[in-house]
């Protein structure tokens, strides 16, 4: 009986991956104690000082960790900068002597003053089983040289990733890249001042790559400018003459349209084998026009995200709709003026191989948005996995949601709800969005429509929306089993109730973001009671503008660092105006060990710095001027 406990708890722990996910286990029984985490493949550890303690307890420590572990193939590391080169070099030999199944490292530096250098880098030159390697840190711009990795002979892959308030990589850094001779794979954001792409061209001799990514720092827009000499470093990078070399997909931004068409003149070719643009600056049809029926154009993009200038056309959407390769098209349009003609989404279902589809456009623009609508993109997109979509009082809302389910492999979903407030009231046949004595009736968003293999949940109201969620009585299993994201932003009527059964219908939780306006009742013992609920919650989000705010005091922080869900926290954000007003007392927060990052906005950098001391591992960010302009800005109104 015991050997069959003991087998099943590592077979359990196997499914869970995640160390983490994988120590409740350990309180089931005694054989699972010891068995839950062996066969789990993932770690993530704080390297601080306090790992390094001499004597028999701290060895005792760490024999017990690579004892009870020792299947890791990836490993993350949170390196505190009160740990030395000596100390960081010695916790990633152990790791590699012990780790035989380590193939992926992840360090994160989260203190943007701890600059990251070559002699770090040489550490990591010492692990030759690696496969893949993330970096997550504040890059010297010239003592980083990225060429000492150059002995990793089964390196294939390496993204690189600027910690918070530092830069990315300039173009010595990718000069240097250039030396890794195994690498597959390359993802790095760019640095808007020290990044022009002009070095580009060292990476032609890496014979292997087939995927180069240069990103940006923030999300949905490029912050760095590629110059004309980029154009020819790509264009090396697709005519490559070794034997071994497969053709490079590329996914990077773009000053404007005529940039975008001239690198697709310049990479059009066999060794190309697709290519995802991101447009800094708003375009024209014409400039549209002549980006997608460049040459490769129709072949060869898979992905563009851009701007329109003035309200799309529906030659503009004729034109997008000819290449046939898109996998995802994200488009926007800040421009008031509206169109002479609707924009019919029907020419669009011809994208086939559409998985992502963003359109932050104003609704009215659109044909309003009915069931039958919902149902054919989900007929034609059958592979879509994220959808982003604005609402207006004109479309069928209720009804047209209600079909999101026929997305059976939707993975990500954005909504949000634009038009006049309205006041509560009973849905109309269907629940139809529309004007009845001289008031707007409420869309209402059933969750149990939603598709189950949904990971993020995104939901954005300047009106009322109602949420209707079926309670435990109403429904066997959890409605959204796989959420790992919830972003709640607007008039959705939170009670501590409501948010219980959302809960509740989501209970793999990890990040919940919560923006609250007008009169809704969330109290701060109704949080406390979710994040109870969530011992996977690892991001909790808070922006309070109601009338009546939580009430965060010093006590009930305490307290809320002391609740099981809240404690395992790795980012916190608070903007009320507890925060802005009240002297926040370190020792509130020092419950919160595992926090990487700590937003107080409205915080006092005295009281920042003194936070510091207490989470040195975090990165802690204050902004009490943007505080001070959202207040003026709030009275104005």
């Given at each position: ?230 154009l020819a470093g790509l264009r090396a990078l697709t005519r490559r003459s070794s034997s071994a070399a497969t053709p490079l ?42 980006l997608a029926l460049a040459p490769g154009g129709k072949e060869k993009l898979a992905g563009l995200d851009l701007e329109f ?58 044909a309003p948005l009915q069931p039958a609508t919902v149902a054919a993109m989900a007929e034609a997109w059958p592979t879509l ?253």
């Open positions: 009986m015991h050997s069959v406990l003991t087998v099943l708890g590592a077979e359990v722990g196997k499914h869970l991956g995640d160390v983490q996910n994988a120590l409740p286990l350990r309180s089931v029984c005694k054989e699972w104690r010891d068995t839950a985490t062996l066969s789990s493949t993932e770690a993530d550890i704080d390297l601080s000082p306090g790992i390094f303690e001499d004597g028999a307890s701290g060895n005792a420590k760490k024999q017990l960790f690579y004892r009870r572990c020792p299947r890791l193939r990836k490993l993350t590391y949170h390196v505190s900068p009160a740990v030395s080169l000596a100390k960081f070099e010695a916790a990633l030999r152990e790791a590699s002597r012990r780790l035989t199944s380590l193939e992926e490292l992840v360090l994160c530096f989260n203190n943007p003053a701890q600059q990251f250098e070559t002699r770090q880098l040489a550490v990591l030159a010492n692990l030759p089983m690696l496969k893949a390697l993330t970096l997550q840190a504040n890059f010297h711009p010239e003592a980083c040289n990225f060429g000492v990795l150059g002995s990793l002979s089964s390196l294939s892959s390496l993204t690189v990733l600027p910690s918070e308030a530092s830069t990315g990589l300039t173009d010595s850094h990718v000069a240097s890249l250039g030396l890794l001779h195994g690498l597959a794979s390359l993802e790095f954001p760019g640095h808007a001042r020290a990044f022009t792409g002009s070095t580009l061209g060292a990476l032609a001799a890496l014979p292997r790559l087939s995927k180069l990514l240069i990103t940006s720092n923030k999300p949905h827009s490029v912050d760095y400018t590629l110059e004309l000499p980029a997909h590329l996914e990077l931004g773009v000053p404007d349209a005529a940039f975008g068409a001239a690198l697709l003149r310049a990479v059009a070719g066999p060794g190309l084998g697709s290519v995802c643009i991101a447009v800094r600056e708003a375009a024209d049809s014409a400039a549209i026009a002549g200038r003035a309200a799309p056309t529906p030659e503009d959407v004729a034109v997008l709709a000819g290449c046939g390769r898109l996998t995802r098209l994200h488009l926007s349009c800040k421009c008031p003026r509206a169109p002479a003609a609707r924009v019919e989404l029907a020419p669009w279902l011809a994208l086939r191989q559409l998985q992502h589809l963003h359109l932050h456009i104003n609704p009215a623009w659109r996995s994220h959808l982003h979509l604005r609402l207006s009082p004109g479309d069928n809302a209720t009804q047209a949601l209600n079909q999101l389910g026929s997305f059976t492999c939707l993975k990500s979903l954005s909504l949000t709800w634009l038009g006049q407030a309205a006041p509560a009231a009973a849905a109309g046949a269907g629940g139809l969005t529309r004007r009845r004595s001289g008031s707007l009736e409420v869309p209402v968003l059933a969750v149990q429509h939603l598709p189950c293999s949904l990971e993020e949940l995104s939901l954005t109201s300047i009106s009322t929306v109602r949420l209707a969620v079926p309670s435990a009585a109403q429904r066997s299993t959890p409605a959204l089993p796989q959420l790992r994201s919830l972003v709640l932003d607007g008039c959705f009527g939170l009670t501590d109730s409501l948010l219980q059964a959302l809960v509740a219908a989501a209970p793999r939780l990890a990040a919940l973001t919560l923006v609250l306006t007008g009169r809704q009742g969330l109290s701060s013992a109704g949080l406390a009671a979710v994040a109870a609920a969530l011992p996977g919650l690892a991001s909790l989000l808070l922006s309070d503008y109601r009338e009546a705010p939580l009430c965060l005091s010093q006590a009930s922080l305490a307290g809320l660092s002391g609740v099981v869900g809240l404690a395992q926290l790795r980012h916190l954000k608070l903007s009320t105006p507890d925060v802005v007003h009240a002297e926040l007392l370190p020792s509130v927060f020092a419950g919160f060990s595992k926090l990487r990052r700590l937003d107080l906005v409205g915080c006092q950098d005295q009281a920042a710095a003194a936070l510091g001391l207490v989470l040195p591992l975090c990165c802690i960010k204050h902004s009490p001027e943007w505080a001070a302009d959202l207040v003026a800005a709030e009275a104005a109104a």
